[in-house]
Each structure stands twice: as C-alpha cells, then as structure tokens.
C-alpha cells in the first residue's frame, strides 16, 4: 500500500508531469507534422490522378488534424500555467510559513534568554525564582506544542498518523475543560470567559490526544483572534448517531472567500494577516485532519468580519457508553 501511495504521489508530481506532457506534446507534434508532409507528398505525386475532391478531402482533414492538435497543446499550455500558479502559491505559503514559525520560536526562545541572563547576573529572591521558573515553564511548553503540530502536521499530511490504537472512553465535559485549560497560556482569566453548556453524562471512545488537539486549537484560536474578556460559548449536543460541539466567539470573524482556505496547511485568513496576529496555519489543518480520522467533520461559520466565528465539530456516536 505503501508502494502505491508513494508511486501515486511522483506520477502527480508537479515536474513529473511537466515533463511528461511535453514529452506527449513533441511526439504528438513531430508525428502530425510527418504525417502531413507525406499526405502533401502524396498528393502531389498523384496529383494528375486523383478527383479534386479527394484531394480537397485529404487537405480539410489534415487542417482538421492540425487545430485539434493545436487546441490540445493550447489547452496542455493553460492547465502547464494553473499547475506552476498552485506551485508558486504553495511556495509562497511555505515561505509565510517559515517566517511565522521563525516569529513564533523567536518570542519564547528571547524570552527564556532574558531570564537566564537575569539569573546568572543577579541574586533574586525565592519568589521571584519560582515566578521566573513559572514563566520560563510556560515558554517551553509553548515551544513544545509549536513542534509537535508541526511534526504532527507532516505526519498527517502523508497519512501516516492513527489515533485508533489509543482510543478510550472519554467523558467530554472534561476534555472540554482540559483543553480550555490548555490556552491559559493565552489568557490567565480563560476559565472566566468560557460559557459551557455539557452533561456530564457524554462520553466518547477516542484518543485523548486527538480530542485536546481538535478543541484546543479552537478554543486557543477563539481566544487569539477575540478582544480580551470576550465570551466563548461551547455547547454540546447529543443525537442517536453524533455528538455536535460548538465553540462560538465574538472576534474578528472570518471572511466568505476563507471559510474553506483556513482548513488548509499553511493557510491563513486574510484578517489575521492583515491584523499581524500570531500563528503558522497549521492549526486547523490538524484540526480538520484528526476530525476526519474518527470518521467526523468539522465546519465554521461567520457573518463577516466583526461578528465572530462559530466552529462545529461533529464526531460520531454509537449508542451510550459507560466508563
């Protein structure tokens, strides 16, 4: 399986059908152009002997021949430039990329560096030690995370990555909680803002893993992208086959044309780049991809810029269970 997924990516490969197309289109080229000499060649030797109609028949055929090979290679020539434009905006995507990563790993990385020095120059005090150990805590864990979405993000991306071996009965109320818990880092007073509706009674059978990855890359984007103290509503609904999760904001929202570009590795809404706001893309890319691989979906919703966005996630349920 393996094999053919790895041969299916090269026969898909940008430059592998670049080449290969041109190879197809010079054949085409040089067999039509000897096929028409010898047609002239022919009519021209038996010219005295042929019906002028004939003759006119072999010539409107081989001018037949001739745009249709020309509408291939002009058709060849367009879907050439579509694929080198994918190519070149996924490039760009890849340098916006590493520039965000630079900028994210710069922040933490500057910051644990100001406390070494600090602490190599100066005798603190022990609560003043224990706050910069504290402070120092919370920027690697923030490395960490940025390196494992983006490991994470690499692995999905070529379907090596199952989150089925790890798969247990979960209660979602506390998922919920943990992963609210996991953007304190964001904003201290995170606890205070988040408005949830759960029973306590849902449970799920997934990776613990796979479910702090899917609800906290939302609710740590709800928390990025929205004024300070605003509130994030999570709701939770449960039906015979699914249980629906909604986490609703009041920030900055997301505009029509980037409803189904932000789930994509690398993307990025054109508000947060204008904005200048932190972040890789590689959020909801995880997002979307994990959903998938416990058989759910994932969708957003948003009036527009300014009305906020509202995220869904649904993922499948078959029948009650009990821890």
């Not at 005090?125 to 224990?130: K, V, W, Y």
């Not at 789930?263 to 706001?277: E, H, P, T, W």
Request: hydrophobic share 45%.
């Amino acid at each position: 399986m393996s094999f053919l997924r790895s041969t299916f990516k090269v026969i898909l490969h940008p430059i592998f059908i670049f080449v290969t197309s041109q190879m197809v289109w010079i054949s085409i080229a040089i067999l039509w152009v000897h096929w028409f000499v010898n047609a002239r060649e022919v009519i021209e030797v038996m010219r005295s002997s042929l019906p002028l109609a004939i003759e006119s028949h072999i010539t409107i055929t081989a001018l037949v021949v001739g745009c249709i090979l020309l509408g291939m290679l002009l058709v060849g020539s367009i879907w050439i430039f579509v694929v080198s434009q994918r190519q070149t905006v996924s490039l760009r995507q890849q340098q916006a990329f590493v520039s965000s990563v630079t900028h994210e790993l710069r922040s933490p990385l500057a910051s644990l560096k100001l406390m070494i020095e600090t602490a190599e120059t100066r005798r603190l005090s022990h609560d003043l030690q224990a706050q910069m150990l504290s402070m120092a805590k919370i920027d690697i864990e923030r490395l960490l995370r940025l390196v494992n979405q983006v490991l994470l993000s690499s692995r999905l991306d070529r379907g090596v990555e199952d989150f089925s071996k790890t798969a247990e009965i979960l209660n979602l109320k506390t998922i919920l909680i943990q992963s609210t818990e996991r953007a304190a880092w964001l904003d201290p007073s995170i606890q205070e803002r988040v408005e949830m509706k759960c029973d306590d009674d849902i449970f799920v059978h997934a990776s613990i893993n796979a479910l702090i990855l899917i609800f906290g890359n939302i609710i740590e984007n709800a928390v990025k992208y929205s004024p300070a103290g605003t509130p994030i509503k999570i709701s939770v609904e449960k039906n015979q086959t699914s249980i629906r999760t909604t986490i609703t904001d009041q920030g900055f929202g997301i505009r029509s044309q980037d409803m189904k570009r932000i789930f994509r590795l690398f993307q990025r809404g054109n508000i947060a780049i204008s904005k200048a706001l932190p972040g890789t893309g590689v959020g909801l890319f995880l997002v979307k991809s994990v959903t998938k691989i416990l058989g759910g979906k994932v969708e957003v919703s948003s009036l527009g810029e300014g009305f906020g966005s509202s995220f869904l996630v649904e993922i499948p349920w078959k029948g009650p269970l009990h821890e």
